[in-house]
């Protein structure tokens, strides 16, 4: 039995060794830089999206960095102007419910005690209970307090807000020039196919974001009619938040959209509080059937059962932006595929009659 060269075993041992700690190394330097790789997905993607409306100024004469300035700054204005409707909305409400709590407990009881005739709250339980509606009133106002301390968090949010940006801004920018930089990797022919991957992913995320705009202006004036008409409190302003979210937090995102306009109303009247469930509720069954197909008829569909698997992963992956971006993302993947691997008619293996036929005796 021929035995193996120490020499041969030692370099075989070396390589293996060398390779491991190669893997090991790439793996580390994978996770030390993932939340570069993570804003550098977002960027791409937000890049991808932004692209149609920059194309559509840069064919119109305008400079593509001016383009691409003046739809950054539509953006930017939009989404602050959503967060800084929004946020007073929330704090306000949030705070009036909590030093609310003991009247709420308190009419709950008077109802059920002149219905029912049943005392639910003796004397010394209401004096509990309105000890801890102070309790809580005066644990919100800690938390409230307290939210100075999260300014390194909020520091840190902001730095990758803005590195995202600065990202996407030269993504799009210089996109003829990073994509001639790709493309010169490549043959002739692999060139022609990944420029068309590339233009089928801007089209299809782009129509995905703008079908998801137009639905969440459609909604957003919906709510607010509905708010106006019902004289609740804040009524532009929750009507953006129900539109927007409804539309960009895909699934849950029009019943946790709902919940705020609804404790809105609650707080002045129930009976309020109840017509705005049963009208928005009303308007989603009136988007799925009706508005909704209209608008995404040139979108891809996906199937519910692919989107709630794309939903969790993304969820799983990146949290709450991996939820956002789990549709188009979806979407991009499934056009991709569609376009890109040839599919092959089914052969008919289902008619009963022609296999009887064929196989009936004396037949053939």
């Given at each position: 039995?021929?035995?193996?060269?120490s020499?041969?075993?030692?370099?075989?041992?070396?390589?293996?060794?060398?390779?491991?700690?190669?893997?090991?190394?790439v793996v580390?330097f994978?996770i030390?830089?993932?939340?570069?790789?993570?804003m550098?997905?977002?960027?791409?993607?937000?890049?991808?999206?932004?692209e149609?409306?920059?194309q559509f100024?840069?064919?119109r004469?305008?400079?593509?960095?001016a383009?691409?300035?003046?739809?950054?700054l539509a953006?930017?204005?939009a989404?602050?102007?959503?967060?800084?409707?929004v946020?007073?909305v929330v704090i306000?409400?949030a705070?009036?419910?909590?030093?609310?709590?003991?009247?709420?407990?308190?009419?709950?009881?008077r109802?059920?005690?002149d219905?029912?005739?049943?005392d639910?709250l003796?004397?010394?339980?209401?004096?509990?209970?309105?000890?801890?509606?102070?309790?809580?009133?005066?644990?919100g106002t800690g938390i409230?307090?307290?939210?100075?301390?999260?300014g390194?968090?909020?520091?840190?949010?902001?730095?990758?807000?803005?590195?995202?940006?600065l990202?996407?801004?030269?993504?799009?920018?210089?996109?003829p020039?990073?994509?001639?930089?790709?493309?010169?990797?490549?043959?002739?022919?692999?060139?022609?196919?990944?420029?068309r991957?590339?233009?089928?992913?801007?089209?299809?995320t782009?129509?995905y974001?703008?079908?998801?705009?137009?639905?969440?202006?459609?909604?957003?004036?919906f709510?607010?009619?509905?708010?106006?008409?019902?004289d609740?409190?804040?009524?532009?302003?929750?009507g953006?938040?129900?539109g927007?979210?409804?539309?960009?937090?895909p699934?849950v995102?029009?019943?946790?959209?709902?919940?705020l306009?609804?404790?809105v109303?609650?707080?002045d009247?129930?009976?309020?509080?109840?017509?705005?469930?049963?009208?928005?509720?009303?308007?989603?069954?009136?988007?799925?059937?009706?508005?909704g197909?209209?608008i995404?008829a040139?979108?891809m569909a996906?199937?519910p059962?692919?989107?709630?698997?794309?939903?969790?992963?993304?969820g799983?992956?990146?949290?709450?932006?991996?939820v956002?971006?789990?549709?188009?993302?979806?979407a991009?993947?499934?056009?991709v595929?569609?376009?890109?691997i040839?599919?092959?008619?089914?052969?008919?293996g289902g008619d009963?009659?022609?296999?009887?036929t064929?196989?009936?005796?004396?037949?053939?």
């Amino acid at each position: 039995m021929n035995e193996i060269p120490s020499s041969s075993l030692r370099r075989a041992s070396l390589t293996v060794a060398l390779t491991l700690l190669g893997v090991l190394a790439v793996v580390w330097f994978l996770i030390q830089v993932k939340v570069l790789l993570y804003m550098i997905f977002v960027s791409l993607f937000i890049a991808v999206a932004l692209e149609p409306a920059v194309q559509f100024l840069d064919k119109r004469g305008w400079r593509r960095g001016a383009a691409t300035g003046v739809v950054f700054l539509a953006v930017a204005v939009a989404s602050i102007g959503l967060v800084a409707s929004v946020v007073p909305v929330v704090i306000g409400q949030a705070a009036g419910l909590l030093s609310d709590i003991p009247d709420y407990l308190g009419e709950v009881e008077r109802l059920v005690d002149d219905w029912l005739e049943i005392d639910l709250l003796t004397p010394s339980a209401e004096e509990e209970v309105t000890g801890a509606g102070s309790l809580l009133e005066r644990l919100g106002t800690g938390i409230a307090g307290g939210l100075v301390g999260f300014g390194s968090t909020v520091i840190g949010a902001t730095f990758q807000a803005f590195t995202i940006a600065l990202f996407s801004f030269y993504m799009i920018a210089e996109a003829p020039k990073l994509r001639r930089t790709v493309l010169s990797f490549l043959p002739a022919r692999r060139q022609r196919e990944a420029l068309r991957i590339w233009e089928i992913a801007v089209e299809k995320t782009g129509a995905y974001v703008y079908s998801r705009t137009i639905l969440a202006i459609v909604g957003a004036a919906f709510t607010t009619g509905l708010l106006l008409v019902l004289d609740v409190d804040f009524a532009l302003a929750l009507g953006i938040w129900v539109g927007f979210l409804g539309q960009f937090v895909p699934i849950v995102g029009t019943y946790l959209g709902a919940v705020l306009p609804i404790l809105v109303a609650l707080a002045d009247d129930p009976i309020k509080a109840l017509w705005v469930g049963i009208g928005l509720v009303a308007y989603q069954q009136v988007e799925n059937l009706v508005i909704g197909p209209r608008i995404t008829a040139r979108t891809m569909a996906i199937h519910p059962a692919v989107s709630v698997g794309a939903i969790v992963m993304g969820g799983t992956m990146m949290g709450a932006s991996g939820v956002v971006l789990a549709l188009p993302v979806t979407a991009i993947v499934q056009a991709v595929i569609s376009t890109t691997i040839e599919r092959h008619q089914v052969v008919d293996g289902g008619d009963e009659d022609a296999t009887a036929t064929r196989f009936k005796p004396g037949v053939g």
